[in-house]
């Protein structure tokens, strides 16, 4: 996707503070099973107007509920929250007219086609006739679905569904979208797709506010993350200065034999003195390198021949955000294939 969707972005007046997004002490308490749980603890975000930035946990950390705060869907118990200078309490009706959301499932009727699905928002929205049309296909031709645009939604595969739903999220122009893991489940190729849009959506002079559990994700597309867990905001800063703050360096291996990586990890445990992160790749595994660790990572090459263990790549360079995530909550993020696994009551907790 090279060009920018067809459409511009209505002209507005940013905050004076030049912040899209400004919350402050944000609470959120749900009852489950007769349990109060805190699902959002006090968390802060400064979103700066035309950046994407990224929120990164696992699921269960309050993600979710932090997106459904700010776009109106849920009340906050504590603390307070503005979007383009609006009040998501006081002006809950501005918030709405200003902003676009993408959850983590399809929210187009299967039933409809690409195109229905687009034209009902729009009139819904207040499009009418030809203005309806033009803005339908202008959408589809925007996110390569107009091939697509007369076939019901449920033969669409998972990245068109992602498409059809940010194509909807996107019928009123908004100044800040909000995407609720926008890529959960998609292969590389869609996820890729998607990442195109986002890019194109900022450069057309959106905000994006992006929840993910994907490293690279967040790597690649946030301008500044905020890594989030047990609903508190506990680490943030761009993704560089997220990295150095773990450590000036880290080594990553990969395996000849992906059953020998919990002995690789053992070794390159014992030789440098730091826990690895196992990757989602089953063959991959990387540690941190402590500051006065060159002469052990000299040694970690020699004992993993030792240990049996052949190593066909070793590369000694920047942390990744793999050790970031484990070095500050003490556990790696979930791999890819369980990236779907959701806990009881996981639209107001995630």
């Known amino acids: 996707m090279s060009d920018p969707p067809a459409h511009r972005l209505p002209d507005a007046v940013p905050p004076r503070d030049g912040l899209a997004v400004d919350a402050h002490g ?33 699921n269960g950390a309050g993600k979710t509920t932090v997106v459904r705060m700010l776009a109106t869907l849920l009340r906050p118990d504590a603390g307070t929250a503005r979007v383009l200078g609006h009040d998501v309490v006081n002006d809950a009706d501005a918030v709405r007219s200003a902003v676009g959301l993408t959850g983590q499932y399809a929210s187009v009727d299967e039933d409809l086609t690409g195109t229905e699905n687009l034209l009902m928002l729009a009139r819904l929205y207040g499009f009418r006739g030809a203005s309806a049309r033009h803005r339908v296909e202008g959408l589809l031709d925007a996110f390569s679905l107009s091939d697509a645009g007369a076939r019901q939604v449920k033969t669409y595969s998972g990245g068109m569904r992602r498409r059809i739903d940010l194509a909807a999220s996107l019928v009123l122009a908004p100044r800040v979208l909000f995407l609720d893991e926008p890529t959960t489940g998609l292969d590389p190729r869609s996820r890729n797709q998607v990442w195109d849009i986002v890019r194109v959506l900022v450069a057309d002079g959106a905000t994006v506010l992006l929840t993910t559990q994907y490293l690279e994700e967040a790597d690649q597309l946030a301008d500044r993350i905020a890594v989030i867990d047990h609903g508190k905001v506990i ?12 450590g000036q360096g880290a080594v990553s291996m990969r395996l000849a034999d992906a059953s020998q990586r919990p002995a690789a990890a053992s070794v390159v445990e014992k030789v440098i003195g730091s826990e690895p992160a196992l990757a989602t790749d089953p063959y991959a595994l990387s540690a941190r390198v402590p500051e006065d660790g060159a002469d052990a990572v000299a040694r970690l090459l020699p004992a993993l021949g030792e240990a049996g263990i052949a190593v066909p790549e070793f590369t000694l360079g920047q942390p990744s955000l793999d050790e970031v995530f484990l070095t500050i909550t003490g556990k790696p993020l979930p791999a890819e294939d369980d990236a779907e696994a959701r806990p009881v009551d996981a639209q107001e907790v995630s």
């Open 26 to 58: 944000l609470v959120k308490h749900f009852t489950t099973r007769k349990q109060v749980t805190k699902a959002v603890d006090g968390v802060d975000l400064q979103i700066p107007t035309g950046s994407v930035f990224g929120l990164l946990g696992p």
């Open 235 to 246: 680490a943030e800063g761009t993704s560089t200065e997220l990295k150095q703050s773990v």
